[in-house]
């Protein structure tokens, strides 16, 4: 989310105040495939959100019961184009074994947190030894 119009509180602030209700929501409800996030808050505000399938996702943004639809109508019927506030969703999906995320220094954060982290051990010392490794576990060839 993005203030571009940070005097129209009235504006901004009831899309601001949905997503934390959507965590919470998800958080308690482990069957809907969400599996955690890391937020930013600023002028634009970042919720970064790992997700078991893309399907998952369809299937919570659509759920009657879940408190993703209402909000979702309430900005296009009271926000719509105007440009009081912007929103984005990016989805992105990646099949098992094609990604990789390397912590040095750091607490459990991002993908780690969410999916689980292998410590890089022998044979494993570079990304190119590492996505191999993935790739031969899937059965893949890797290019």
């Known amino acids: 989310m993005r203030v571009n119009r940070p005097l129209r509180v009235e504006k901004w602030f009831p899309v601001f105040a949905a997503m934390p ?6 958080e308690k409800h482990p069957g809907t495939g969400y599996l955690g996030q890391h937020s930013w808050f ?12 893309a399907d998952d996702i369809l299937r919570f943004a659509g759920d009657r019961d879940a ?28 099949r098992a074994g094609d990604r990789e995320s ?3 220094n750091m607490p459990t954060f991002g993908l780690a947190r969410a999916i689980g982290r292998v410590p890089v051990g022998p044979g494993l010392a570079t990304a190119k030894a590492r996505l191999a490794a993935g790739a031969a576990a899937r059965g893949a060839v890797p290019s």
């Open 21 to 26: 209700r959507m965590v919470v929501h998800l």
């Open 42 to 53: 600023g002028r634009t505000t970042i919720l970064l959100s790992y997700w078991r399938t």
């Open 67 to 94: 408190p993703h639809l209402a909000p979702w109508r309430d900005f296009m019927r009271r926000i719509g184009g105007d440009g009081t506030v912007g929103i984005w969703h990016e989805t992105y999906t990646v």
């Open 102 to 104: 390397v912590y040095a």
